[in-house]
């Protein structure tokens, strides 16, 4: 088992419990000698693995460069998210700093490079792996539970943000968690508003419409001013990153593993074949392995996280090239599970699950 796999452990078996892990790690054992061997080896490990950890806590910001194609500036972390996390959606505030969903925690942490605090979420009791069990409630911000907090947007005069496991969508702001609730004909209704069946990926345009990516559905629902939840665009294979910008709706469809647009009703694929695979080159034949999230910049280029290959892809002028992916080295220094992304000030922020990391990718 590598040092860094080890390193990892607690994540990893979230992950795994969750459906997503990728591998499991090699087992081992042995009678006599061969027993005292392994001891020993799993003592020299503990201490290696504690060293790492603790030059990780204390030295915790750090460079890489990209791979693929340059674009820029040498990454960086979010240097203040330095806790044990499962970062999965982020979203920036007006002071410059960022509100980061946890979905291992089941928090909302505010984060800059200085540092962290939860700004939303109680503490809850753990599981027998030591994942917190998170709840559903209502109140203010240091009462409020949350199962699976997954998204989460600037919305209204707060932040929406998509509570997986809960079915529900939930709008933080001022001092308190509510439910958004309203009234539709095509969702059933509970006694804590619209009832979503897994609700992931959040995008709100410039009228003040939150459109809901309902994964298991595989429909995207659009809240409107009046609070009435109606259907924007269905017939997706489990639809999970949106992303609104210039008057379009961008969508990682993460079951036919492409990327499509949608603009004045009509609805395009902008890039992937629908194969799973992990090829660059032109949209129209490159492909992608599950991607998760996706995001516009100032100048119109689409990024994607591609989650199940551990990479971030960038879609410009009707090509797509791999700018950032594992190299084979350290797991918390190369994203291995990008999720969550949003692009503020020049900078494309990268949440990554499994590595408990926010990159941040500085643009020319």
């Not at 980061?100 to 009791?125: C, L, N, P, Q």
């Not at 079951?255 to 660059?280: F, M, S």
Request: charged letters at 25%; a negative charge; glycine letters at 14%.
């Amino acid at each position: 088992m590598s040092e860094e796999v080890q390193s990892k452990e607690r994540i990893e078996d979230w992950v795994a419990k969750e459906g997503k892990a990728r591998g499991s790690a090699p087992k081992g054992g042995g009678r006599g000698g061969k027993r005292k061997l392994w001891i020993i080896l799993a003592i020299v490990a503990v201490v290696v693995i504690a060293a790492v950890i603790l030059i990780l806590y204390f030295f915790g910001k750090g460079k890489i460069k990209t791979s693929g194609q340059p674009i820029g500036k040498d990454i960086m972390y979010l240097n203040g998210l330095d806790v044990m996390c499962g970062p999965n959606g982020i979203a920036p505030m007006e002071d410059g700093s960022f509100l980061v969903t946890d979905v291992f925690g089941k928090k909302i942490w505010k984060a800059d490079d200085k540092g962290a605090e939860v700004y939303a979420g109680a503490t809850t009791e753990k599981d027998a792996s030591g994942e917190p069990l998170g709840g559903y409630k209502d109140g203010t911000l240091e009462e409020s539970l949350f199962k699976e907090p997954w998204a989460i947007v600037p919305f209204l005069d707060g932040f929406a943000v998509s509570d997986t496991a809960n079915h529900a969508v939930r709008l933080v702001r001022g001092k308190t968690v509510e439910t958004i609730n309203g009234s539709s004909d095509v969702l059933k209704m509970g006694d804590m508003g619209v009832i979503f069946d897994q609700p992931t990926g959040l995008a709100a345009d410039n009228a003040g419409r939150l459109y809901v990516a309902d994964t298991a559905r595989g429909t995207i629902y659009v809240i409107t001013q009046q609070g009435r939840v109606e259907v924007f665009e269905e017939g997706f294979n489990r639809p999970m990153g949106l992303c609104w910008a210039d008057g379009t709706l961008y969508v990682a469809e993460t079951g036919e593993n492409r990327i499509l647009q949608i603009k004045d009703g009509t609805k395009i694929v902008l890039a992937g074949t629908g194969e799973e695979g992990n090829v660059d080159g032109l949209a129209t034949v490159a492909t992608f392995a599950a991607p998760q999230g996706v995001t516009v910049g100032d100048d119109g280029v689409v990024y994607v996280s591609d989650t199940v290959n551990g990479t971030v892809r960038r879609i410009k002028d009707g090509k797509v090239d791999t700018i950032l992916q594992y190299e084979g080295k350290d797991l918390t220094t190369y994203p291995t599970m990008p999720v969550g992304m949003c692009y503020k000030n020049g900078a494309l922020y990268v949440c990554d699950v499994f590595s408990r990391r926010v990159y941040v990718l500085e643009q020319k």
